[in-house]
């Protein structure tokens, strides 16, 4: 099923087809940040696809040489009960990419959840604000590295 | 009493003719009649079930617009995670969904496992089917009594709580803690379950559908009820997967989409058991929804109990897998395994899983990228309290203001979860 799916995202996309590899059965499939939308409009739309369920997207920071930042947008299908994963990678000096929320509006909090942690800006994301942290804040929790005992005085608390 | 709307409706005629009699200015009246309001409801509320925060947009009684804030509860799981072994990170699985800390752990677990690439016993996996529906029966026995609350049912939640403190004595003698279970480990259980703890079990099973039978008696024909829920937040099919609903938000759409069927992991596969599903969409039929998911939960402990098998509650993984304490202390190999698990954690291989199981509010997932080392690199927890919450905008536009809290109550948003 999985080399099915990427025989056929290969012969659509080619070159945004970046690389692939299979772990536990699961599938995760590196795309281009450019294509990232389309790739995800297809696996949506397409018949022999339809992942109409966009079951998580997060950020992470690989915090190696050839890559600092990579999104992953974890697919199910409720029609035909498979998951694929799809991967993104987005650098330090450039962290744009553009947001998927048109394809599922799920995505929205998702991405906001994504910026507030790691500072990846999803360009035309309708409302594009920290959700955990206060709007004031800034720095990027998730980041490797911010401390795990946080910055001080970096979080204004109220005066007593 | 004829005189107050009068007066109220001369003076905004007066301020729109006075803008328009003065030929200078160019004021554009959006909402002439200044009848919209912006509420602030929590993250100090009763009603919002934790610390969830709503701006509702008012116009009159009716709800215009709303924007859930949250972060109140955030205390950073996903970073803590990251400087965590995998066998550090099960007391805070216990602190994401509160009401249901047993499922959160069996699910946790199971991620890591997969990570690992091993398997818990039979008898394990049977023991956690057991504790993962209890841990639903208890989550929904909460939700339930809170809703009734909700909408000014009091006798309910007195007697679904009735019932959980019933569930919490059988946690507490399955795990030796009431609320922050942590009961199990990477590839099995703390221990097994102690004599007597199935004779509990059923006698509470057997009783059970008894006692959800009188408040459902209290609820299914009540008037007021049935009129504060029927019709009151829909959502369509379309919306709620467009929106990432899971759960029992979404079979009440008439999704028929459940992990234990459509995914199955433990022992569900070999259990006889419905995955019940209503088309209502609205605050009923996620009422009945759940109701029908307690009486499938009792199905599934009582079949899990009867076949139970007997052996290990551990895999024999010696370096995967925590050793018996009685060993650690009596044998060198032991002592040594536990020594290098406990200091530098299991090594798993390189590589990256996303394992989801359905917990009692939805898929809880968790994404795990392992370079190999003892702890995550990264660990993101796919809460389904989060994304459920997302569609509370769509839900709660154009209902009125008393029946957002009803919405809230029957989406069944836990902020432990939602903040992580």
Known sequence: MNQAILESLKARFGEAIVSSGEFRNELTVVVAKDRIVDVCTCLKDSKEFSFDLLADLCGIDMYSPTHRF????????????????????????????????????????????????FGIIFDGHPDLRRIYMPEEFEHFPLRKDFPLMGIPGSLFLPKK | MTMEPRVAETAHRSKILEALEDQNTSISFEDPLESEMVLNMGPQHPATHGVLRLLVKLDGETVVGCVPELGYLHRGYEKLAENCSFHEFIPHTDRLDYLAPLSNNTIYALAVEKLLGIEAPPRAQYIRTVISELARLSSHLLWLGSLAMDVGALTVFMWTFREREKLYDI??????????????????????????????????????????????????????????????GVISKETAIAYG????????????????????????????????TYTGGDTLARYYQRVAEMKESVKIVRQALERMPSGEVHAFKPKKVLPRKERVYTRMEELIHDFMIVNFGVEPPVGEIYFAGESSKGELGFYIHSKGDGHPWRLKIRSPSFVNLQSLPELIRGAMISDVVAIIGSLDPVMGEADK
Request: charge should be negative; glycine fraction near 8%; proline fraction near 5%.
């Open chain 2, 171 to 232: 946690f507490e003698r399955i795990a030796g803690a009431r609320f922050t279970t942590s009961f199990t480990r990477i590839g099995g259980l703390a221990q097994d379950l102690l004599p007597g703890v199935d004779k509990m079990i059923e006698t509470y099973i057997s009783e059970f559908p008894a006692n959800i039978g009188e408040c459902e008696a209290l609820l299914n024909k009540n008037r007021i009820f049935v009129e504060r829920t029927d019709g009151i």
């Open chain 2, 245 to 276: 609903l899971t759960g029992p938000g979404l079979r009440a759409c008439g999704v028929e989409h459940d992990l234990r069927r459509s995914d199955p992991y433990l022992v569900y596969k070999d259990l006889d058991f419905d995955v019940p």
């Open chain 1, 70 to 117: 990579g999104v992953i947008y974890n697919l199910y299908s409720l029609t035909n009960k498979i998951r694929i994963r799809l991967k993104t990678f987005v650098e330090e000096d450039d962290p744009h990419v553009r947001t998927v929320t048109g394809v599922w509006p799920t995505a929205n909090w998702h991405e906001r959840e994504t910026f507030d942690m």
